[in-house]
């Protein structure tokens, strides 16, 4: 077995993880550490991380006070190899603050796998209190968000845009009902490395069938490239959605989007 051998599906749910929720330090003399922290319940996640690593670790836990309660419970993996962090370092998980700049791995790796460990890491499955079925990620790196959307898209064929928020300038990505069905479906498969309160979420999601009373889905009308130029060309958001046969109230979101995109690109 090689250490973060990312073809191995372990390997590669381990190392989206840790590139999601974990931390590399640096101190002198080649001194440092990689350490995740997790709330207590998840302790099994950190063991089954232990067992994989073929370096010295330590899992210890302690109890603290945080904006959420007064005495949270955590456990925290730490290993100290710098052979281990010179691994990590070359796969792609950065010192110190990482979670703008990464991105999914440059060499061969076992997808379902690694986005899998991305979305427990930084994501949520479950439902929503209208009781929609639907799988997240908040991410605040644009090769991450990227890479879901094309991935879903090409193994799935769910078309998928996103923007960064304005608030906190991250990517929310969400799959809602049909699509939330299939993405948990597909990426909780069973015998894979997880998190078991969110392997638990996904096959109560990808259970979910469409009530009677809520109708079927309608088809969603994609927008072309030249749909895109008619609209930014277009005087006036009515006579753009004259042109293209479609409500004021989508040529107008369209347009924002467009827009957005742009300006995220610039900056």
Known sequence: MTFMDLEDPRYAYMFGFLQADGHLSAGTRQRGRLSVELSYRDIDILRAFQELCPYNSTITERTRATNFSESHRSAIWNVYSLEARNRLVELGLP????STGITPPRVPFSRSDYLRGVID???????TAQGLPFVSLATTSTAIATYLCRYTKLTLGIHKLTSRNA????YNIMYMREAGVAVADHLYHPGGLALERKRSAAAEVSAWVRPAHMGASRPTRRWTLTEDRVLLDAPTIAEAAEKLGRSEQSCNLRRW?????AQDQAD
């Not at 608030?167 to 991250?170: E, G, P, Q, S």
Request: zero cysteines; hydrophobic letters at 30%; charged letters at 50%.
């Open 121 to 127: 890491a930084d994501g949520a499955v479950g439902f």
């Open 167 to 170: 608030r906190d300038r991250a």
């Open 95 to 98: 010192y110190g603050k990482k």
């Open 257 to 261: 989007r467009l827009r957005k995109k």
